[in-house]
């Protein structure tokens, strides 16, 4: 298969295109830099075709992407900054990205007849209650902007395709950019004890991990909407922090705190980012291993 890939500079993105290309498939990477500016390691990103486009041109996005007539678009760029996104002054262009720019994607794949996966998040939801939220739950209320212009791109593939696979994930960590793994080796480096909110629940996703399980779905016509984050129980931030640090050697202190006590967030979060990820066994997928695991592994990878 032909797979067309958006956001490479991105934790998602890099892991999509390594795997993809580890398997066999042909992949072009794109993001808005005009060269590949992710990490610079042994993988095979830096190998594929890359091609620079602004998503949010939608002249530029029909050009570039029926040049390369993919079989598939993976979709992973997005405004991803949830707490600047409640900034008034860009609201206008978190909009563009995460809704217009992810039209204007489906409007070339209706055009040809190719596969959509959408990155979505528990965000659209409210993050109320402790039930675990189902993928195919229309009970969207988001809580800030980001959660609704990311809900906007999902309804922007689900009335425009129907070759499509929308994949909410939360509390991401991979290789590229910043995350809260490498947020709190930083702080547990240089602190003895770390406040961490206790109140607020989910599952990390290792991107390593949700790239394989995008290819899986893209080598099916299994669509519709699912949700992906590693196995291994539901936790707080508080938890996964000691997790972290227990792992990582550091002898720093934890102490749990609740989101009002905590304070400092411009935009709201969700106290409940539980997903229900039933859909992927039920459909023949093999789950994510245990954040657990993925911990360990990424640990690894960054040398801690």
């Known amino acids: 298969?032909?797979?067309?890939?958006?956001?490479?500079?991105?934790?998602?993105?890099?892991?999509?295109?390594?795997?993809?290309?580890?398997?066999?498939?042909?992949?072009?990477?794109?993001?808005i830099q005009e060269q590949y500016s992710g990490v610079e390691d042994a993988s095979e990103v830096t190998k594929a075709p890359y091609l620079s486009l602004d998503i949010t041109d939608k002249e530029a996005v029909k050009r570039v992407i029926e040049s390369v007539k993919p079989d598939a678009?993976?979709?992973?760029a997005a405004w991803t900054a949830v707490d600047m996104a409640e900034?008034?002054?860009?609201?206008?262009?978190?909009?563009?990205?995460?809704?217009?720019?992810?039209?204007?994607i489906a409007d070339v794949c209706k055009k040809l007849d190719c596969k959509m996966t959408y990155i979505s998040t528990d965000y659209v939801f409210d993050g109320q209650g402790t039930e675990p939220w189902k993928p195919d739950c229309k009970d969207y209320k988001p809580m800030n902007v980001y959660g609704q212009t990311k809900l906007e791109g999902e309804l922007a593939v689900s009335q425009t395709l129907e070759k499509y696979f929308i994949v909410r994930i939360a509390w991401v960590f991979g290789l590229n950019g910043k995350n809260f793994i490498k947020t709190m080796l930083n702080v547990g480096k240089t602190h003895d004890t770390v406040r961490v909110v206790n109140d607020q629940i989910g599952t990390p996703t290792y991107t390593y991990?949700?790239?394989?399980?995008?290819?899986?779905?893209?080598?099916?016509?299994?669509?519709?909407?699912?949700?992906?984050?590693?196995?291994?129980?539901?936790?707080?931030w508080y938890d996964?922090?000691?997790?972290?640090?227990?792992?990582?050697g550091y002898t720093t202190k934890v102490l749990p705190v609740t989101t009002a006590e905590y304070g400092l967030s411009k935009a709201a979060r969700p106290f409940n980012s539980r997903l229900d990820k039933s859909k992927l066994v039920e459909n023949g997928f093999t789950p994510l291993p245990t954040w657990q695991d993925a911990l360990s592994r990424y640990l690894k990878e960054i040398k801690v």
């Open 240 to 248: 996964f922090t000691r997790e972290i640090y227990r792992q990582a």
């Open 1 to 31: 298969m032909k797979f067309f890939v958006t956001g490479v500079g991105g934790q998602l993105g890099h892991d999509v295109m390594n795997e993809l290309i580890k398997r066999g498939h042909e992949g072009v990477a794109s993001d």
């Open 87 to 104: 900034d008034d002054d860009k609201i206008a262009k978190v909009r563009a990205i995460n809704a217009g720019g992810t039209q204007n």
């Open 73 to 76: 678009v993976i979709h992973c």
């Open 209 to 236: 991990d949700l790239a394989r399980l995008l290819i899986d779905m893209n080598e099916t016509e299994k669509y519709g909407y699912y949700h992906a984050t590693n196995e291994g129980g539901y936790i707080s």
